[in-house]
């Protein structure tokens, strides 16, 4: 495909296919700038669809977007604030490549360029509301495609975003295209009326949805309508109890028995639905998986009913942080839904013999985990060991973490030298993610290290508890890591009172080792900016 494109002269479009691949590598995405004038224009729009989110921290990107005021608007705020800080000129229309926006991340951006501004405002608060609200105008007066819009509001936020949607309302456009949709609301009854008018309009104009999640509060029967008015819902998320049983049985009256396909479960109470379960997902008929993560009421009533229901579909996604499945209902789920299974996490503070039951059943049979994340004991880390053994082909991102307490600093050290001397020699030749929590001393570490040279992980992550003078840790990660260009990406973090790493702990923090790892190509990154949440599911349920 790629040489009949070259041969067609189709260059540009390769290139683009090119570039989307480093769609989520901001730091690539800025270099391919650099490279030459097509590719510059393919990698901005990139770097641009989610700039609220992706923000460096310095927020020029508001100061350029103001570029695009109107001469009224740009007097209004030299006039009243006397600002006119702006950029004279632009290369691209920046606006119109914008498609996600979060009403959170966008305030508390808003909010941080202007508490970084070195002109100060005596009412600052009106100023970042003015400001909001003029973005948001750029925003649809230069046609932005929004394609995922979440309302993310607190009692707190919601006066300053009040002036968006009434922005919104008076150009329904703005919104007609997104596919997804996030309404995450938690407000006081006193301020859920003002949220009423942009629901009427996403319920009356927003019928191509594919994605829906929700949480918070409930406004009347909004969430229910929302669902039953698209025509194209795939995936829907249910995040909080008390949106969960109306807007669930919705699901049978809807529009989406033909279109679902994915349905998650997030910190929900499932006792709330166990009767209606059958029902609803019997009338689904191309459901595909359900992804339970961190659910209450996860029990013998509930595993029954869902090996009950006719219509086939997969369990790809179990997070738990307890376990209230008798033996033989474990038997039962896992047998059924146990070798689909592909993201599996349990809680290190979950101890006991009932882990190790249900630890055995997932070495029975799963062997399609990708994330494998493992809170661990000292009487279940060789069950979690022979699950990633077991899982060898197919795991791509692996959580080996439990608590790092200096109370507790026996019981970590004797768990992290079993996991250096064993995990190393197990470790498949590829890997995107691993993410290690440790109490090392320095032979293991050296062992794990020599270990794994013939694996290549893309993002490696490693936090250390350090209550001795263990020597020094970053030397070693320069001779087996550094030197050996076996990673990509990665994050050093020390904890404890006898870290060697100053400040915070981070390596990031040095600036010079930082640069003598770029030189060898490995990207040092801060190891909060490279920690991927187990909780954010929708990066794990979309795992490749």
């Not at 995450?184 to 008018?197: C, E, F, G, T, Y």
């Not at 998986?289 to 229901?309: A, E, R, T, W």
């Not at 047998?335 to 059943?361: H, V």
Request: aromatic letters at 12%.
């Amino acid at each position: 495909m790629a040489c009949s494109k070259i041969c067609s002269g189709n260059l540009i479009e390769l290139t683009n296919e090119i570039i989307q691949y480093f769609k989520d590598d901001i730091s690539t995405l800025y270099s391919c700038i650099l490279v030459s004038r097509i590719w510059c224009r393919l990698s901005v729009p990139l770097l641009w669809e989610e700039p609220f989110l992706n923000s460096t921290q310095n927020y020029h990107f508001i100061k350029i977007l103001l570029h695009n005021l109107n001469e009224n608007d740009k007097a209004q705020l030299n006039e009243k604030y006397q600002f006119n800080d702006i950029f004279s000129n632009t290369l691209f229309n920046y606006p119109a490549f914008i498609k996600r926006l979060n009403t959170r991340d966008f305030k508390l951006s808003v909010e941080n360029w202007v508490t970084k501004l070195t002109k100060k405002f005596v009412d600052s608060t009106c100023f970042t509301s003015l400001i909001c609200k003029l973005l948001v105008k750029i925003l649809i007066e230069n046609e932005a495609n929004l394609h995922s819009f979440e309302i993310v509001l607190s009692t707190s936020n919601i006066e300053c975003l009040e002036d968006i949607f009434e922005s919104i309302l008076g150009y329904p456009r703005f919104v007609y295209n997104i596919r997804n949709l996030t309404l995450d609301l938690n407000l006081s009854p006193d301020k859920i009326d003002a949220l009423i008018p942009i629901l009427n309009l996403l319920v009356s104009n927003c019928s191509l949805i594919t994605y829906f999640k929700i949480n918070g509060n409930p406004v009347k029967d909004y969430f229910s309508e929302m669902i039953i008015s698209q025509r194209d819902l795939k995936k829907i998320s249910f995040e909080s109890n008390e949106i969960l049983y109306k807007p669930f049985l919705s699901l049978k009256n809807s529009n989406c028995s033909n279109t679902l396909n994915t349905i998650i479960f997030c910190t929900v109470d499932l006792e709330q639905i166990v009767d209606h379960l059958k029902e609803g997902f019997n009338n689904l008929n191309v459901l595909e998986s359900i992804h339970i993560l961190y659910c209450y009421s996860l029990n013998s009533k509930f595993v029954q009913q869902m090996v009950n229901i006719a219509k086939p579909f997969k369990l790809k996604t179990l997070f738990m942080f307890e376990i209230l499945l008798q033996d033989d209902s474990v038997e039962l789920l896992l047998k059924k839904f146990g070798n689909d299974l592909e993201n599996f996490a349990i809680d290190y503070d979950f101890q006991g013999e009932r882990k190790q039951i249900f630890l055995q059943s997932i070495e029975k049979y799963c062997r399609k985990i990708r994330c494998f994340s493992f809170g661990h004991d000292i009487d279940t880390i060789y069950q979690g060991l022979d699950i990633i053994m077991n899982n060898i082909q197919n795991i791509n991102y692996l959580y080996i973490e439990f608590d790092l307490d200096p109370d507790n600093y026996l019981n970590a050290a004797e768990l992290s030298s079993t996991i250096l001397v064993n995990l190393g020699q197990i470790l498949p030749s590829k890997l995107e993610y691993l993410s290690l929590e440790l109490c090392p001393n320095i032979s293991d570490l050296e062992i794990f290290l020599v270990n794994i040279q013939d694996t290549f992980i893309r993002k490696l992550l490693i936090k250390t508890l350090i209550v001795n003078d263990l020597g020094d840790i970053l030397s070693y990660l320069k001779e087996y890591i550094m030197k050996k260009k076996m990673v990509e990406y990665l994050a050093y973090l020390e904890c404890g009172e006898s870290r060697r790493i100053m400040d915070d702990g981070d390596l990031f923090s040095l600036k010079d080792e930082v640069n003598e790892f770029n030189l060898h190509n490995i990207k040092v990154l801060g190891y909060k900016n490279l920690y991927l949440y187990v909780h954010d599911y929708d990066h794990i349920i979309n795992l490749q």
